[in-house]
């Protein structure tokens, strides 16, 4: 969708809105007058498109639903593309708050992108909703303009351990996710809270993003009785293929984007029993995931996944933080108070509410690839098996003790013999 | 003054005013992108235009220069330092790469220097206690020269004009040098330059070293506006991106890496916010450019000019005539 055009009938519609809220509110109206203007970093170009696109899906549900309005006043939605690298980000960034002036930053999606922009956000005050995971932005080095409903990298992947653990009976279990940051975070996560339940890792193996076959690595898999993989983007399709084809028959678990509710539609039997977690479920019977992928599906015909629901409750936040500020967004500070303060009860992914590091508190869902139960048209259905509620990105460590060992990386934890 | 001059000098005071005609810091920011893409892409100009050598790896050497600098810089030692081992540091990089493309020319110096850039993201992205990894290292001050602060749009800006001016005369004393014009004799003719006593390959090493201080200088402006740097500044896409500027524009001219630079940025930056399939646009603009001024824009508006000129010419012989005699 072109910018250009939604913008002008978004100014047209928001001038008609301002006449007929000044007609009749007469004297309180100069504040409200000036449209709450929204800004979103996604990238609509390259490998991570279809997620980006996702998003900005999600965003433009919410508003349509609330008739382009949040905390009592009009607003002016900008999307820009960031192409997905970071100096896109940072002009991006600058657009928006320099240029567009707006008043809050939804997104950006990668973590190299939220690292790129993280000093700038700082200096200009910009209260920045983010999806990326870089878990330290919540952690070790906190950012306090930035507020994330979505999950560190490790969030889901942590109870997916314990899971791993204590009900699917893993012993032994190699881990397998591309070689960055993010897939470093969720295996970190997943091996700190499987082995403090008693497994084992007995390898982690990190093929580069973009490789045309996963054979070589999925060769070295062996010795276990499970695999946890992390893939992010389409690569989950590709491995779960080649994983199948090579004749392996361990449980597979993962992550909240290693079976996304979004590649549904493009898994075929090789998915069935992928054993997922992840902070949003498209199965979640509650009323307001029902109302959310009902209008999704309406105004786009996609099936959501994590992406649009992330961005979807992101607009819950901003309007609930807008309310609470009584529609005053002018004064960073107070607006940015207001927004960590926010707890909902009726966001897709469930209850919501935020650490005092700025990061999510709410439910991780353990879900398994079936046939039972598939709805709107699709084959596979993610049947949530079993629910975490208030589940924080410390996972049940004390906080102290848990950011008193360093970020999760490539070697840490380090492997150990067990 | 030659009206070659006199353009140059306008072209100049534009570029002075250029921040008080647009006001607006979101543009400014987009003009000093520009500039800085431009001097990369003129650095890659040297190579492409003048030594006939298409390198693939230019944003390897950039890449170093910004990666030198942050690194410095969190070290806790000042800017000069910074900037000072990033120049040294990049030419060191580059003569190792030189040595080793030089070996080579035609399509083997590409895929040679695809390599090496390549391997030089690989050490970006997987050197993690160095590079920081994929998270990427942020650089949190921008210089002070002579107690000007560069923080402000404006501020960088101005700097970012100079050093571009600067690198615009070097490239041009150093094309017209005696070494210049050597190096477009190897280009032409690599064989008689050898037969007549030139040393071609101490010619080409020569202007790759230059081409890799200009990928240095761009690549420290880079990492000062961007305050940040990660590995995708470096992959193979950013190094395709300034060979595109340099053919879009032109190779083997002075001002046709500055179009081709203002042409990728604007595109990328600017055009962006209204179309989506700002990567499809640009890629019709290119083949446009092939189809029509497989040249480049510089020289090819050079010769719709000079094609039109003559035209007019045939139909109005006195008039064009006279104005001709009135030329100085």
Same mark, same amino acid.
């Given at each position: 969708?072109?910018?250009?055009?939604?913008?002008?009938?978004?100014?047209?519609?928001?001038?008609?809105?301002?006449?007929?809220?000044?007609?009749?509110?007469?004297?309180?109206?100069?504040?409200?007058?000036?449209?709450?203007?929204?800004?979103?970093l996604?990238v609509?170009?390259?490998?991570l498109?279809?997620?980006?696109?996702?998003?900005?899906?999600?965003?433009?549900?919410?508003?349509?639903?609330?008739?382009?309005?949040?905390?009592?006043?009009?607003?002016?939605?900008?999307?820009?593309?960031t192409?997905g690298n970071p100096a896109g980000a940072k002009t991006k960034a600058?657009?928006?708050?320099?240029?567009?002036?707006?008043?809050?930053i939804?997104g950006p999606l990668a973590a190299f992108e939220l690292y790129a922009i993280n000093e700038y956000v700082q200096q200009?005050?910009m209260?920045t909703?983010s999806l990326a995971a870089a878990d330290n932005l919540t952690q070790r080095t906190p950012n306090?303009y930035l507020?994330r409903?979505?999950?560190t990298s490790?969030?889901?992947?942590?109870?997916?351990?314990?899971?791993?653990?204590?009900?699917?009976?893993?012993?032994?279990?190699?881990?397998?996710?591309?070689?960055f940051a993010f897939g470093y975070e969720?295996?970190?996560?997943?091996?700190?809270?499987?082995?403090?339940?008693?497994?084992?890792?007995?390898?982690?193996?990190?093929?580069?993003?973009?490789?045309?076959?996963?054979?070589?690595?999925?060769?070295?898999?062996?010795?276990?009785?499970?695999?946890?993989?992390?893939?992010?983007?389409?690569? !989950?399709?590709? /491995?779960?293929?080649?994983?199948?084809?090579? +004749?392996?028959? #361990?449980?597979?678990?993962? *992550?909240?984007? =290693? &079976?996304?509710?979004?590649?549904?539609?493009?898994?075929?039997?090789?998915?069935?029993?992928?054993?997922?977690?992840?902070?949003?479920?498209?199965?979640?019977?509650?009323?307001?995931?029902?109302?959310?992928?009902?209008?999704?599906?309406?105004?786009?015909?996609?099936?959501?996944?994590?992406?649009?629901?992330?961005?979807?409750?992101?607009?819950?936040?901003?309007?609930?933080?807008?309310?609470?500020?009584?529609?005053?967004?002018?004064?960073?500070?107070?607006?940015?108070?207001?927004?960590?303060?926010?707890?909902?009860?009726?966001?897709?992914?469930? !209850?919501?509410? /935020?650490?005092?590091?700025?990061?999510?508190? +709410?439910?991780? #869902?353990?879900?398994?690839? *079936?046939?039972? =139960? &598939?709805?709107?048209?699709?084959?596979?259905?993610?049947?949530?098996?079993?629910?975490?509620?208030?589940?924080?990105?410390?996972?049940?460590?004390?906080?102290?003790?848990?950011?008193?060992?360093?970020v999760y990386s490539?070697?840490?934890?380090?492997?150990?013999?067990? | 003054?030659?009206?070659?001059?006199?353009?140059?000098?306008?072209?100049?005071?534009?570029?002075?005013?250029?921040?008080?005609?647009?006001?607006?810091?979101?543009?400014?920011?987009?003009?000093?992108?520009?500039?800085?893409?431009?001097?990369?892409?003129?650095?890659?100009?040297?190579?492409?235009?003048?030594?006939?050598?298409?390198?693939?790896?230019?944003?390897?050497?950039?890449?170093?220069?910004a990666y030198?600098?942050a690194?410095?810089?969190a070290?806790?030692?000042?800017?000069?330092?910074?900037?000072?081992?990033?120049?040294?540091?990049?030419?060191?990089?580059?003569?190792?790469?030189?040595?080793?493309?030089?070996?080579?020319?035609?399509?083997?110096?590409?895929?040679?220097?695809?390599?090496?850039?390549?391997?030089?993201?690989?050490?970006a992205y997987?050197?993690i206690?160095?590079t920081n990894g994929d998270n990427g290292i942020s650089v949190t001050?921008?210089?002070?020269?002579?107690?000007?602060?560069?923080?402000?749009?404006?501020?960088?800006?101005?700097?970012?004009?100079?050093?571009?001016?600067?690198?615009?005369?070097?490239?041009?004393?150093?094309?017209?040098?005696?070494?210049?014009?050597?190096?477009?004799?190897?280009?032409?003719?690599?064989?008689?330059?050898?037969?007549?006593?030139?040393?071609?390959?101490?010619?080409?090493?020569?202007?790759?070293?230059?081409?890799?201080?200009?990928?240095?200088?761009?690549?420290?402006?880079f990492v000062?506006?961007n305050e940040f740097i990660s590995p995708q500044a470096l992959?193979?896409?950013?190094?395709?991106?300034?060979?595109?500027?340099?053919?879009?524009?032109?190779?083997?001219?002075?001002?046709?890496?500055?179009?081709?630079?203002?042409?990728?940025?604007?595109?990328?930056?600017?055009?962006?916010?209204?179309?989506?399939?700002?990567?499809?646009?640009?890629?019709?603009?290119?083949?446009?450019?092939?189809?029509?001024?497989?040249?480049?824009?510089?020289?090819?508006?050079?010769?719709?000019?000079?094609?039109?000129?003559?035209?007019?010419?045939?139909?109005?012989?006195?008039?064009?005539?006279?104005?001709?005699?009135?030329?100085?």
């Open positions: 969708m072109s910018r250009k055009v939604s913008r002008r009938t978004l100014l047209a519609g928001t001038a008609v809105g301002a006449a007929a809220a000044m007609a009749r509110f007469p004297a309180p109206a100069i504040a409200q007058a000036a449209p709450f203007k929204l800004g979103l996604t609509k170009t390259g490998p498109a279809q997620g980006g696109i996702q998003m900005e899906q999600g965003v433009l549900t919410y508003l349509k639903e609330k008739n382009y309005t949040m905390g009592g006043r009009k607003v002016d939605f900008i999307s820009a593309d192409g600058q657009e928006l708050v320099e240029r567009d002036k707006v008043d809050v939804l200009q005050k209260p909703l306090p507020l409903a979505s999950a490790s969030q889901a992947m942590q109870p997916m351990g314990h899971y791993a653990a204590t009900e699917l009976k893993l012993k032994r279990v190699v881990c397998i996710v591309e070689d969720q295996m970190g996560g997943f091996q700190a809270a499987f082995q403090k339940d008693g497994g084992c890792v007995v390898n982690k193996l990190w093929p580069p993003i973009v490789t045309p076959d996963y054979t070589p690595y999925i060769a070295q898999i062996s010795g276990c009785d499970g695999v946890c993989q992390g893939f992010a983007g389409s690569n !989950p399709l590709r /491995f779960m293929k080649q994983y199948a084809s090579a +004749g392996l028959k #361990y449980p597979v678990v993962t *992550g909240e984007t =290693g &079976a996304d509710d979004a590649l549904l539609k493009s898994f075929g039997d090789e998915a069935l029993g992928l054993v997922s977690a992840c902070p949003y479920t498209l199965d979640n019977p509650i009323e307001p995931n029902q109302r959310f992928v009902s209008e999704i599906m309406k105004n786009y015909s996609v099936i959501p996944g994590f992406y649009a629901a992330g961005l979807y409750v992101n607009c819950q936040v901003v309007d609930a933080g807008l309310t609470k500020a009584g529609g005053d967004a002018s004064d960073k500070e107070k607006f940015m108070a207001a927004l960590k303060s926010v707890s909902l009860t009726d966001t897709p992914r469930g !209850p919501i509410k /935020f650490d005092h590091l700025n990061n999510v508190i +709410g439910n991780i #869902y353990i879900r398994r690839i *079936g046939t039972e =139960g &598939a709805k709107y048209g699709l084959k596979l259905w993610n049947k949530t098996i079993h629910t975490y509620t208030n589940v924080s990105q410390f996972w049940t460590w004390p906080e102290k003790e848990f950011l008193a060992h360093p490539r070697n840490y934890p380090p492997l150990t013999k067990c | 003054m030659t009206p070659r001059r006199a353009a140059i000098v306008a072209g100049i005071i534009v570029l002075i005013a250029l921040p008080f005609a647009i006001g607006e810091d979101y543009y400014i920011n987009i003009a000093s992108q520009i500039l800085l893409y431009a001097i990369f892409a003129l650095g890659i100009d040297v190579l492409i235009g003048y030594a006939g050598l298409v390198s693939l790896g230019h944003a390897g050497l950039f890449g170093i220069a030198i600098i690194n410095v810089l070290a806790g030692y000042g800017h000069t330092v910074a900037i000072v081992a990033a120049l040294i540091g990049t030419l060191i990089a580059t003569a190792g790469f030189a040595a080793v493309a030089l070996r080579s020319a035609g399509i083997t110096f590409i895929m040679i220097t695809l390599a090496l850039g390549e391997i030089i993201w690989g050490l997987r050197w206690s160095v001050t921008r210089p002070m020269p002579f107690g000007l602060s560069l923080a402000s749009p404006r501020g960088f800006y101005d700097a970012t004009l100079i050093i571009f001016l600067l690198a615009m005369v070097a490239v041009a004393i150093f094309v017209h040098s005696p070494l210049g014009v050597a190096l477009a004799g190897t280009r032409d003719q690599p064989r008689r330059m050898n037969a007549l006593g030139y040393h071609v390959w101490m010619i080409r090493f020569l202007a790759f070293l230059f081409s890799g201080f200009l990928s240095a200088v761009s690549g420290i402006l000062y506006y992959a193979l896409p950013a190094s395709a991106a300034g060979v595109l500027m340099v053919i879009a524009g032109g190779a083997g001219t002075l001002l046709g890496p500055v179009v081709g630079s203002a042409l990728v940025v604007i595109v990328q930056n600017v055009v962006s916010a209204y179309i989506t399939r700002w990567n499809l646009m640009l890629g019709a603009i290119f083949v446009a450019i092939v189809i029509f001024m497989p040249e480049g824009l510089v020289p090819g508006v050079r010769r719709l000019v000079q094609a039109t000129r003559r035209a007019a010419a045939r139909r109005w012989p006195r008039a064009m005539a006279s104005r001709l005699r009135s030329k100085p």
